[in-house]
């Protein structure tokens, strides 16, 4: 099983000038420093206007970053938000091929389809349909990023005639593609489509991990159809906080209730929140909670959430030695160790930790506990199960890819397009470029380009 980490760039408030820069320089070292600990990968989620909780609006600048300073660790878009309202497909594949490049071939394509007010509102997305805009724009861009020339598409969300979309990804005939699942239904429906399941969601239950991912498994052997180039048979979970220190007592002190913030702000952002951009201040919102100082906005961490830090430290612990899968990455290397094995012996492919908003030597001594007391035995044991898997899937990749339609429309060696650009009413010209860079008039540029458009004599 591999090992990695996410991040969100969460911003608590109080805001100086300065909060932000301290925060993109901190998570660019701590991904440097994960790399020299052997993590697989990190992952990084795209979200919009959603302040204090996540700051990661451009994660492909943020990767891009990263990819200069890092050698191995493997670069996930966690994900791109695929309604072509956000990103268009020609976009992403430039971005993504882009990245592929400069890293040398090591991006991950997580895609997903946006769920929140915030951002589906902010976009004008209807919510009903982002499912078939987030099919469309994933077919479109790994074609965008595979065919020479992409020979064009036409659906209800994305038309785009045809184009020579470059450049193209080191990895061919595209990195790996995941899809962002938060129920099981969404699992079902990433095996269907031969793609990563990327489950962001914390299971508890080490058995319930196990049904998932044999019930992704059972979906992909015997129904997969891949909506991509390539098939990516994998199961990735979230494993919450990390946070490994030489005690379990100091652990849970330096993650204190910073470690609860983060499902909290889900339930604030993508049900019960009633938020005034520029205005609340979500990180104060959630202390007074967690202290008991105020109500919550519906999502209790814990029904006996009252009192000081102190307290709230107490209920962290008690919740912890209750359910000792609850946060595998929170205890001694011992500890996490011994949970994560849990993870690996329930088949699952790879398990990530958020990196909380708590002090930046804590995150990198956690990181550096992981490295030196924790990936090593995982690492190994993972080639040996990688190539036992790729062996037993063999037949069920060979059966999915056969059964994929390919409905790209074939190359016309005829089309062809024109330099001067002519307004879609076909009555008027953007001839002021090749007027001042070619010399020739307006009136000529706009005849030539009425011509080739079919327009006049």
Known sequence: MKISIFVEVTVPRPWAPSTEHRAFTEVLEQIEFAD???????????????????????????????A????????????????????????????????????????EFGTGESSSVAELGGFEIDPGKKREMWREGVKVATRCMSEEPFTGFTGEFVSMPPRNVVPKPMQRPH????????????MTMAAENGLGALAFVTKADVDSVRADVER?????????????????????????????????????????HSGGFFPWAIGYYYVTGDHHPGRDELYRKYE???KGEAAPHELRLDENSQGTRADWKRLASEALQKNLSAWPGVGTPDMVRDRIRAYEDAG????????????????????EFFGKEIIPEFHERDEKL??????????????????????????????????????FDKKSVA?????????LSGEAVQSMALRRAGVGS
């Open 386 to 423: 990688q190539r036992e898997k790729a062996i037993a899937l063999e037949p069920a990749l060979e059966r999915a890819m056969s059964r994929r339609v390919d409905d790209a429309p074939a190359y016309d060696p005829e089309y062809s397009f024109g330099g001067a650009p002519v307004s």
């Open 175 to 186: 990195p790996p593609v995941w899809v962002a699942c938060t129920r099981p239904a969404t």
């Open 36 to 66: 020299k600990q052997g993590f697989h990968s990190v992952w990084v989620t795209e979200h919009h206007f959603m302040e204090e909780y996540a700051h990661a609006s451009a994660p492909e600048i943020l990767l891009a970053a990263a």
């Open 216 to 256: 992704y498994y059972s979906t992909f052997e015997s129904s997969a159809v891949p909506l991509t180039g390539t098939l990516n048979p994998n199961v990735l979970y979230t494993g919450g906080n990390m946070m490994v220190a030489s005690s379990y007592e100091q652990a849970v002190d330096r993650i204190g």
């Open 431 to 439: 001839s002021e470029v090749a007027e001042s860079r070619l010399g």
């Open 68 to 107: 200069r300073t890092t050698t191995n660790i493997r670069l996930g878009h966690g994900i791109v938000s695929m309604p072509p309202g956000v990103n268009h497909p020609a976009r992403v594949a430039e971005r993504i091929s882009t990245l592929d490049l400069i890293s040398n071939g090591r991006v």
């Open 288 to 290: 007074a909670v967690a």
């Open 348 to 367: 699952l492919d790879q398990l990530m930790f958020l990196l909380p908003p708590v002090k930046h030597e804590f995150v990198m001594e956690s990181l």
